[in-house]
Each structure stands twice: as C-alpha cells, then as structure tokens.
C-alpha cells in the first residue's frame, strides 16, 4: 500500500522554540492533507486539512497563528507549532489522500515533548 | 456533541472471550472506516464499509455497517493478546469530501 512517511518520530524541545513536523506521501501524490493531535489513550482531533497551493482549514479552537501549516508540493505538508509550550505536548498525525477516505493513509506520528 | 459515539472507551477481558465495539451517530456516513492503533504509532486501517447493511470479516475480526448508514459495529472472536490495542471508528460524511470525524476510541486489553 502507500506509504506516508512522518518525521521526526519523536522530539524534544524547550518552551518557546518553534519545531517543524514533516509529512510526505513517498509513493503518489496527495491532494489533500490532515493533521491530527492526539492525547493518551484518546482518539484523534482533526486539527486542520491541508491542500496542495492554498491556505489550511483549520478546524474550530485551533490557532492557525500557533500551527503553522504549509502544504507546497503533492508529497509534503509540513506542521510548525511556534513558541511551544508544555501543554503543546502531544501525538501529532498526519495523513494524505487522494480524493475519498477510502485511499487515506496515515503517517506514524510525532510525540512532541516541550520541557 | 460527539458526532460518532463509540462504545466500550475501556474493555478488558481474558483471551478466548468474544467482544462487540460500537459505533453510534445520528448522521449518515457514505463510508465508515475501523482502525487499530499501537502506542506510538499511528492508526492502521483495517476496513471499509459502504453499503448499508455491508458484513466484512477479517480472519476474527467481523464488521458490520448499519442498514441506514448510521452505526457500525466491530466483533472480535477468540480475542488473543495481540489484539490488544486501540480501536478507532472513522466516518466520511457525504458532503465533507475525505474528511475523516473519528469516534473517540475503544481501548482493549485482552489478558493472557
């Protein structure tokens, strides 16, 4: 099947620095691009969707000033969360498509630490 | 308001034990989708359903996607320790292109 490669898997970073999180699809090219916070043992909570060549929507409650997404070729979005802190800790997924959520594919998440 | 309602949140029971998971909303989805999720990774897609009424197995895993399009269930057979993971339900709704609304989980711990 398609591969969604996410990375870094795992990062580490003081409060206030900005971390960039990137998601490519490395086998087709996705129109469309989601990213997802996810908390212990919880399900996950769309944060915004991404297309190729034009703005993120991001969904309710989610500062588009916080999360920067940039979306600029059919394999890569990338997720910048800026002057992070503690409570920015979390599992952050990315998925990519192509057209329906039937070809929608997943990346292997990113757990952010903010000390 | 949780647009998919997914119940147990917790289940725990001991290896051969049959379970049912499911997966509750008002609103009609024009697929549903089950995934299994590992700590640390990232959700791992183990079926579609799109036609109302669909049955789908998977070795002892069997899916069910309501008559109406509304609720879909998820029943494992024989549990086994390595099915121990999170379970997570995901709708498309028709207007809403690939955008997935998940339910909020089922964690399950088979025990040996």
């Known amino acids: 099947g398609a591969v969604v490669s996410q990375h870094p898997s795992r990062v580490i970073c003081k409060s206030g620095t900005s971390v960039k999180i990137e998601c490519r699809s490395l086998d087709f090219q996705a129109t469309t691009m989601f990213w997802y916070r996810q908390f212990p043992k919880k399900s996950l909570m769309l944060m915004a969707t991404?297309?190729?060549?034009?703005?993120?929507?991001?969904e309710q409650g989610v500062e588009k000033d916080k999360f920067l997404i940039n979306h600029a070729s059919l394999t890569l979005s990338t997720l910048t969360v800026t002057s992070a802190h503690p409570e920015d800790s979390s599992f952050y997924i990315c998925s990519a498509g192509v057209g329906f959520a039937e070809k929608l594919f997943f990346g292997s998440g990113t757990q952010l630490s903010v000390l | 308001t949780q647009l998919l309602e997914q119940s147990p949140q917790f289940l725990s029971i001991q290896e051969g034990e049959n379970l049912t998971v499911y997966c509750n909303s008002s609103s009609v989805f024009s697929s549903l989708q089950w995934y299994r999720q590992e700590p640390g990774e990232g959700p791992v897609l183990l079926v579609t359903v799109v036609t109302g009424g669909e049955v789908k197995k998977l070795k002892r895993l069997t899916f069910q996607f309501g008559d109406a399009r509304k609720d879909s269930s998820l029943h494992i057979t024989a549990a086994q320790t390595g099915d121990t993971g999170l379970y997570l339900c995901a709708g498309v709704k028709e207007t809403s292109g690939s955008r997935l609304t998940f339910g909020e989980g089922t964690q399950l711990t088979v025990n040996p």
């Open positions: 991404s297309n190729e060549g034009s703005k993120a929507t991001y």
